[in-house]
């Protein structure tokens, strides 16, 4: 079974950075994508990044492009998203989210439910 942990949330005030991590583990199929999701207070949970575990492609929702790397460390197992002048709106409940993949899915578009998620770390940007 897949298993996913976020780590690195905190409080930052407008304009700072965080860096957040996945560490997976559990991962038996040959193919995963592994995305990163929000969900702020009164607000639908959205996709914000996500990576294919063995192609090098990256895609993010339209309000982070820009601001937000997400990256790899294959080595560890372990997904970041860096995360650089925070706004307000920013703040949420980021969590990381997996599914198997096939060799060339696209992992921002495919219709396959994301069915492995972390607990969640929170984000808080002050204005």
């Known amino acids: 079974q897949v298993q996913l942990v976020e780590s690195g949330g905190g409080s930052v005030q407008a304009g700072g950075s965080l860096r957040l991590s996945c560490a997976a583990s559990?991962?038996?199929?040959?193919?995963?994508?592994v995305g990163w999701f929000r969900q702020a207070p009164g607000s639908e949970r959205e996709g914000v990044a996500a990576?294919?575990?063995?192609?090098?492609?990256?895609e993010y929702t339209d309000s982070v492009k820009g601001r937000f790397t997400l990256s790899r460390d294959n080595a560890k197992n372990i997904v970041y998203l860096q995360m650089s002048n925070l706004i307000p709106d920013d703040t949420a409940m980021y969590y990381c989210?997996?599914?198997?993949?096939?060799?060339?899915?696209?992992?921002?578009?495919?219709?396959?439910?994301?069915?492995?998620w972390g607990q969640g770390t929170q984000v808080t940007v002050s204005s």
């Open positions: 990576v294919h575990t063995t192609r090098n492609l990256t």
């Open positions: 559990g991962f038996s199929a040959a193919h995963y994508c």
């Open positions: 989210a997996a599914h198997w993949a096939f060799r060339d899915g696209n992992c921002f578009t495919s219709p396959v439910p994301y069915d492995y």
